[in-house]
């Protein structure tokens, strides 16, 4: 198969993609930061949180579990409503109204409340995540993809580097106007996820057509890549997206997704707290400065392996290498009780399970065009957002029915199972690594 031949050079796309990522990385960088701190703060707050309101092991592991029913039941219908309406209005609609909810987490006084509320904020931040990811492929040719996304996915490792002290810091002016430090943490990232939501409002464009910033001829060399590339994926993309919904190789997908979110929040909610026993010390601004080592770390492979991936085009290998390694990572760090082994385990594992996701996306998201790029990149993240709810709960089974460790034992199967699952990727579909338009690319975008 072969490229179409008004498909414009990976030479005369390299500027034009350098500009796009410098124009829009940034904010919606910013944007997955405040998302998976909005998500994950309730890690830091789980001590204090508990301590004033009396919720169980398991109550709190319910909740912060259950945030991923609603997130994942309106994922595709999010998504859909996303490529109808456009990238701008939507993206900022589903900031708002989570930003809102989430400074309401500090009237979580009750264990129903706190429910509920939980739900809420998954239902209110449905489809950010699959948004982005479909509205990269507005933008960026599949064969500079795999970087571009890993840029966007220094989210979750920003998120602790800053946002660990910060919540470290807010828990630590705890009694300030008469609330309690985990209540000043909600209300502050709830305030700061509204103003960011606004703003992107009036920045973000619908695609390349919009883009004022972009000359004429820059628009024309995009849209000629872009639209050849679909032109390429039709052939292979299920049509339409119900279609999308049952496709053998989206629902293959959707299981390794499912493993990889497991171990993500496996560990994310647990982090501080496991990082504050390693070093016997309470949750507090000296563990959340702490806790930035592992996600520095992440955030260095995030950068290293999704550039290696599209440099080689070896896609399917690097992904299975980087989950293995969140593996073996989960797994130290469940052997270990001294503080240096433990965060160096722990740093292996983040790694790991952040790295391998941008270099996992480019798979589906190589074969998927249209209303079925749309449903089947929603329906994907939908089924491994189960994971996040799946994995505290059964940690907590896991440590009650065998042991302290044995959920860790635990996330450390599911991501290697995941590993096996990427590696034996390529019987269930080869387009992604075949496919001429994601083959190896020699340019560098910044």
Same mark, same amino acid.
């Given at each position: 198969?072969?490229?179409?031949?008004?498909?414009?050079?990976?030479?005369?796309?390299?500027?034009?993609?350098?500009?796009?990522?410098?124009?829009?990385?940034?904010?919606?960088?910013?944007?997955?930061? $405040?998302?998976?701190?909005?998500?994950?703060?309730?890690?830091?707050?789980?001590?204090?949180?508990?301590?004033?309101?009396?919720?169980?092991?398991?109550?709190?592991?319910?909740?912060?579990?259950?945030?991923?029913?609603?997130?994942?039941?309106?994922?595709?219908?999010? @998504?859909?409503? %996303?490529?109808?309406?456009?990238?701008?209005?939507?993206?900022?609609?589903?900031?708002?109204?989570?930003?809102?909810?989430?400074?309401? %987490?500090?009237?979580?006084?009750?264990?129903?409340?706190?429910?509920?509320?939980?739900?809420?904020?998954?239902?209110?931040?449905?489809?950010?995540? =699959?948004?982005?990811?479909?509205?990269?492929?507005?933008?960026?040719?599949?064969?500079?993809?795999?970087?571009? @996304?890993?840029?966007?996915?220094?989210?979750?490792?920003?998120?602790?580097?800053?946002?660990?002290?910060?919540s470290g810091m807010l828990l630590d002016l705890d009694g300030l106007g008469g609330l309690q430090g985990w209540q000043l943490m909600f209300i502050v990232t709830g305030a700061l996820t509204v103003a960011v939501g606004i703003w992107a409002f009036s920045y973000l464009d619908n695609g390349p057509a919009d883009a004022k910033w972009l000359n004429e001829s820059e628009r024309a060399t995009l849209t000629a890549a872009l639209d050849a590339e679909d032109q390429v994926k039709a052939d292979h993309s299920p049509k339409g997206a119900l279609r999308a919904l049952a496709n053998p190789k989206v629902l293959y997908f959707c299981v390794i997704y499912f493993t990889i979110q497991m171990s993500v929040y496996g560990v994310t909610f647990y982090l501080p707290t496991q990082i504050a026993k390693l070093v016997g010390a309470k949750v507090g601004l000296g563990v959340?400065?702490?806790?930035? /080592?592992?996600?520095?770390?992440? %955030?260095?492979?995030?950068?290293?392996?999704?550039?290696?991936?599209?440099?080689?085009?070896?896609?399917?290998?690097?992904?299975?290498?980087?989950?293995?390694?969140?593996?073996?990572?989960?797994?130290?760090?469940?052997?270990?009780?001294?503080? /240096?082994?433990?965060?160096?385990?722990?740093?292996?594992?983040?790694?790991?399970?952040?790295? /391998?996701?941008?270099?996992?996306?480019?798979? =589906?998201?190589?074969? $998927?065009?249209?209303?079925?790029?749309?449903?089947?990149?929603?329906?994907? @993240?939908?089924?491994?957002?189960?994971?996040?709810? /799946?994995?505290?709960?059964?940690?907590?089974?896991?440590?009650?029915?065998?042991?302290?460790?044995?959920?860790?034992? $635990?996330?450390?199967?599911?991501?290697?199972?995941?590993?096996?699952?990427?590696?034996?990727?390529?019987?269930?579909?080869?387009?992604?690594?075949? @496919?001429?338009?994601?083959?190896?690319?020699?340019?560098?975008?910044?």
């Amino acid at each position: 198969m072969s490229l179409p031949r008004t498909a414009p050079t990976s030479e005369a796309l390299a500027p034009i993609v350098r500009r796009v990522t410098r124009r829009l990385i940034p904010v919606l960088l910013l944007m997955y930061i $405040l998302a998976f701190l909005d998500r994950a703060n309730l890690g830091f707050a789980k001590a204090a949180f508990q301590a004033d309101t009396g919720l169980s092991d398991a109550a709190y592991a319910l909740g912060a579990g259950i945030f991923f029913l609603g997130y994942a039941a309106l994922e595709v219908p999010s @998504n859909i409503l %996303m490529r109808k309406l456009g990238a701008k209005i939507w993206l900022a609609r589903i900031m708002i109204s989570w930003g809102i909810v989430s400074a309401l %987490m500090m009237f979580a006084q009750t264990e129903w409340a706190f429910y509920v509320l939980r739900v809420l904020l998954g239902i209110t931040e449905a489809g950010f995540f =699959p948004g982005v990811i479909l509205y990269l492929t507005y933008w960026i040719p599949t064969q500079f993809r795999g970087r571009v @996304n890993g840029l966007f996915y220094f989210g979750a490792p920003l998120a602790f580097i800053f946002g660990g002290p910060l919540s470290g810091m807010l828990l630590d002016l705890d009694g300030l106007g008469g609330l309690q430090g985990w209540q000043l943490m909600f209300i502050v990232t709830g305030a700061l996820t509204v103003a960011v939501g606004i703003w992107a409002f009036s920045y973000l464009d619908n695609g390349p057509a919009d883009a004022k910033w972009l000359n004429e001829s820059e628009r024309a060399t995009l849209t000629a890549a872009l639209d050849a590339e679909d032109q390429v994926k039709a052939d292979h993309s299920p049509k339409g997206a119900l279609r999308a919904l049952a496709n053998p190789k989206v629902l293959y997908f959707c299981v390794i997704y499912f493993t990889i979110q497991m171990s993500v929040y496996g560990v994310t909610f647990y982090l501080p707290t496991q990082i504050a026993k390693l070093v016997g010390a309470k949750v507090g601004l000296g563990v959340g400065l702490m806790t930035a /080592v592992p996600w520095g770390i992440a %955030m260095l492979a995030t950068f290293l392996l999704s550039r290696l991936a599209d440099k080689t085009g070896k896609r399917r290998l690097v992904a299975t290498a980087s989950l293995t390694a969140a593996a073996l990572g989960i797994l130290g760090s469940a052997l270990t009780d001294n503080p /240096v082994m433990g965060l160096a385990a722990l740093s292996l594992g983040a790694a790991g399970f952040i790295s /391998v996701q941008p270099v996992f996306w480019t798979l =589906p998201t190589g074969m $998927l065009v249209g209303a079925a790029a749309a449903g089947g990149i929603a329906l994907i @993240n939908s089924i491994g957002s189960l994971g996040g709810f /799946v994995a505290p709960i059964a940690k907590t089974w896991a440590e009650a029915s065998f042991g302290p460790n044995a959920g860790l034992f $635990l996330l450390a199967f599911t991501a290697l199972l995941g590993a096996v699952l990427l590696f034996n990727s390529h019987r269930i579909s080869k387009i992604a690594d075949s @496919n001429p338009l994601t083959q190896p690319i020699a340019e560098k975008v910044h």
